[in-house]
């Protein structure tokens, strides 16, 4: 449970929020370089998730980033002086000298400051500081954020080819053409892990679905649906960073397979059915329904092509079978999250449909969300979605999918815990 801190006259009032969270950090010592990049305003917040769960943060700014971002910022949210210059006080043998901090982030790292490090050159605070902690042995994160053709560059491959094993790198992400830096919530879990946090997923063993069915008409024609796979996906990737070993059971979808599963690749709803059940003769902790798999499927798909000449076809459709009804028939004490999609119901509407599918599965949790929405057919990448339990609702807002892929894992692991 977090301990409410008392504030002193000489306490600055910012560090109030500390180990709000959790405690898992308390008396970490953490020093967060800022280099220059449009990336930096993310740092505050990373700054402030950090301190929530215990640590006590210090911020080292470029000049660079000085332009964008007002060092009162960090002031503000640290509580600690800010760094953008090196004076008499000796603040990189301070802040980086032998254990004198128990990590250093840069976040974000430009080419220019994973350079100066790699090559042992220190004519700014940040590069000074990185030198220090380099040869005091203090572990360094580094969150590469670049252009994507910058990162592929042959001289910054072999700096990063030089520097593996020696500090820790934190995969950007690859986005319009960018090695965006990562998420600030990336970067705690990587610091909780770092200082032996543990989720409560951890070896867990999780089956998923995900993606879409497709089902014949004849060998070329088929009924789908728009389904992506990007949630379903995402939770996976999700999963596996909290240690889970994780089999995603994954229909058609555009999406690329997270490293890390066993990914288990199917077309039809009777493929998807099939290899549930038979993966299922393994014990497993949690069953994730997360596939937009077909309600109907053709009743006597043709097994030659349809001919193009007919002016009316009539295909006569029947039930495929609800795959999440059969879960807790297979293994009764598995943890089982359902998908709940609908289109254009009020939110008590959304509610009821999802306790119903709750009652008739025995799933323990569901995810519910409308994809009928004006707001979600603009921009799919986003979206809202409820999760639904016998006790209570709570709603992710309307954030990015890759949030609530977040979200989702949180409430699972709050539920484990329980």
């Known amino acids: 449970m977090a301990v409410k801190r008392k504030i002193t006259k000489n306490d600055h009032p910012s560090l109030d929020i ?27 917040e990373l700054a402030r998730l950090l301190m929530r769960h215990g640590a006590d943060v210090t911020c080292v700014a470029s000049s660079a980033v000085t332009k964008l971002i007002q060092p009162d910022y960090f002031k503000w949210a640290t509580g600690n002086k800010v760094i953008t210059k090196l004076t008499g006080e000796l603040e990189h043998i301070r802040l980086a000298d032998y254990n004198q901090s128990d990590l250093i982030i840069v976040y974000p790292a430009t080419a220019n400051t994973l350079g100066k490090l790699a090559n042992g050159i220190d004519d700014t605070p940040i590069s000074t500081v990185l030198t220090v902690g380099f040869g005091s042995k203090i572990p360094i994160l580094m969150c590469l954020a670049m252009h994507e053709s910058m990162y592929e560059n042959s001289a910054i491959k072999k700096n990063i080819e030089f520097l593996k094993g020696k500090i820790q790198f934190l995969s950007p992400q690859m986005i319009e053409g960018k090695a965006k830096a990562p998420e600030p919530e990336d970067v705690l879990e990587y610091v909780l892990r770092r200082f032996g946090f543990s989720s409560v997923l951890k070896n867990k063993k999780v089956l998923m679905t995900a993606g879409p069915t497709i089902e014949y008409i004849d060998p070329v024609r088929v009924i ?133 599918k709750m009652a008739e599965s025995g799933a323990d949790i569901v995810v519910a969300n409308d994809i009928g929405t004006s ?22 807002g309307w954030v990015k999918k890759q949030k609530i892929a977040k979200f989702i894992r949180k409430e699972l692991e709050d539920r484990l815990k329980g």
Not at 21 to 36: D, F, N, P, S, Y
């Open 18 to 44: 500390v180990a709000s969270h959790g405690m898992e950090l308390t008396g970490k010592k953490i020093v967060l370089c800022v280099a220059g990049s449009v990336a930096a305003y993310k740092a505050i």
């Open 375 to 396: 707001r979600y057919r603009k921009n799919p990448d986003n979206n809202e979605v409820l999760i639904v339990n016998s006790k209570s609702v709570v709603s992710s």
């Open 224 to 356: 789908t649906n728009q389904s992506s796979g990007k949630t379903g996906v995402l939770l996976a990737e999700e999963l596996i960073s909290a240690g889970a070993k994780v089999t995603l059971v994954y229909g058609p979808g555009i999406e690329k397979p997270p490293k890390g599963a066993k990914v288990i690749k199917i077309l039809t709803s009777k493929e998807m059915f099939d290899v549930v059940k038979k993966t299922m003769k393994k014990r497993f902790d949690v069953v994730v329904m997360a596939a937009a798999a077909a309600d109907y499927t053709p009743e006597n798909p043709d097994k030659k092509k349809i001919k193009s000449s007919q002016n009316v076809l009539t295909i006569r459709l029947k039930k495929a079978p609800k795959i999440i009804d059969h879960i807790k028939k297979i293994q009764k004490d598995v943890f089982l999250v359902g998908f709940k999609a609908e289109a254009n119901l009020s939110r008590k509407e959304l509610i009821k449909e999802a306790k119903k």
